[in-house]
């Protein structure tokens, strides 16, 4: 009886152990820390973070993972670097967070990047789709949690030269990492013939408008127009296109494609025949009315944020990352060593989330950081995005 009870307090120690060397990991929790815009020129995108909280607050309910609850410390960074830099070292020195799951932001992210590889702690799902943070030799501590803007960009390009083949191709940019991957993206599809179709403008995240670059581009004779950037300016540049009767074949990112952030703000009506890629189900499109992936997320939303906005598709985004947390957790078991947190949010096979386009599957490998390689192009009509063609892979040409 003796022995038993000496092995079962050696093995007690031994796993108290293992969580004493990783930070922020007890028995009973393990504490997880974000950086999101909840001020600032991008702060229609924290809605992200509202929506990972609210799935978090879930998962606690039905008692955590593995039996421990999530302690999730988020800070707002006000989608400034030096406030990005500032905040992040908050959570690794002070508060001491056993990993960074889904902080938003390009410009925060490139600044804080290599001090959190350095420090060799997990960086997972970062919201962000620049190419370089997808970089495993450089990042090894990183993953992504958005679809690449060289990916979207790709696609794009690939689109407007198929449906418009002679038309000149007019971007508009937000002046950073993700501005300019969508820039680069055209370069590597276009080739030899980017300088002769295509007219670039940037902005930067501290212009009061982007009117007068509109207008330029306009100018310019261009058929076809990109705006790469945040809801914000996307808003700006769908009220100004239809302001000057600017017709051109019309497409804004992702990341700027929610209803209820860019969408409304800008005027539906304003936006008709408007192009973006997506991955993720519209719960107020009538089309998925009936269909158990949405309607859960309904019953969710009532309970766990309910008086938000359900057309903000940024709140069912941050939902989906804090699923994909959940599975990294329910993969880790009992090795919540940071070593075993990074090789599992890289060992993710096969994941379909309740409210991804039919089709869109998360899978990540030894040297795969991204959690999204699919895209859907869909076309908004007035009332709703209306999703046509195949869904498209990053490998797709």
């Known amino acids: 009886m003796l022995r038993s009870a000496m092995i079962v307090a050696a093995l007690a120690a031994s796993v ?91 410009p925060g992210i490139s600044a804080t990047i290599k001090y959190v590889n350095a420090k060799k702690v997990p960086h997972l799902f970062v919201v962000s789709g620049v190419s370089k943070f997808t970089n495993f030799a450089e990042f090894p501590m990183t993953t992504t949690g958005l679809p690449s803007y060289d990916t979207e960009g790709r696609i794009y390009a690939k689109y407007i030269t198929r449906t418009r083949p ?44 982007i009117d007068s670059h509109v207008v330029s581009l306009k100018s310019s004779g261009a058929e076809a127009f990109l705006v790469a950037g945040t809801p914000k300016f996307a808003a700006q540049a769908i009220k100004k296109v239809d302001e000057i009767g600017w017709k051109p074949l019309f497409l804004i990112n992702f990341v700027s494609s929610s209803v209820s952030s860019t969408i409304i703000p800008a005027g539906p009506e304003k936006a008709v025949g408007i192009v973006a890629a997506t991955i993720t189900k519209d719960p107020n499109d009538k089309k998925w009315a009936d269909d158990p992936g949405i309607k859960w997320y309904r019953d969710f939303f009532a309970k766990y944020l309910s008086g938000a906005d359900i057309g903000d598709n940024n709140y069912l985004f941050g939902t989906q990352q804090g699923q994909i947390l959940e599975q990294v957790l329910k993969q880790c078991g009992n090795d919540l060593s940071r070593e075993n947190i990074v090789r599992q949010s890289r060992s993710i096979r096969g994941l379909s989330l309740p409210t991804s386009i039919p089709g869109v599957v998360i899978n990540t490998g030894p040297e795969g950081s991204m959690a999204y390689t699919q895209l859907q192009l869909q076309r908004w009509n007035g009332t709703t995005w209306e999703q046509f063609g195949d869904v498209l892979s990053a490998d797709a040409k």
Request: proline share 6%.
């Open 16 to 106: 108290a152990g293992a969580h004493a060397q990783t930070p922020g990991v007890t028995e009973s929790e393990v504490k997880i820390g974000a950086t999101f815009p909840f001020s600032g020129p991008a702060s229609p995108l924290s809605n992200t973070g509202k929506g990972m909280i609210a799935y978090v607050n879930s998962i606690n309910e039905r008692g955590g993972i593995n039996g421990r609850k999530i302690n999730l410390i988020t800070y707002d960074d006000g989608y400034s670097p030096p406030k990005t830099v500032e905040q992040t070292r908050k959570l690794i020195e002070s508060d001491e967070v056993a990993f960074l799951f889904g902080p938003l932001g390009t």
């Open 166 to 209: 002679d038309a000149k191709i007019a971007i508009l940019y937000q002046n950073d990492d993700l501005g300019k991957d969508f820039v680069n993206a055209f370069k590597a599809y276009l080739k030899d013939d980017f300088d002769k179709k295509v007219v670039v403008s940037s902005y930067e995240v501290t212009e009061p408008t």
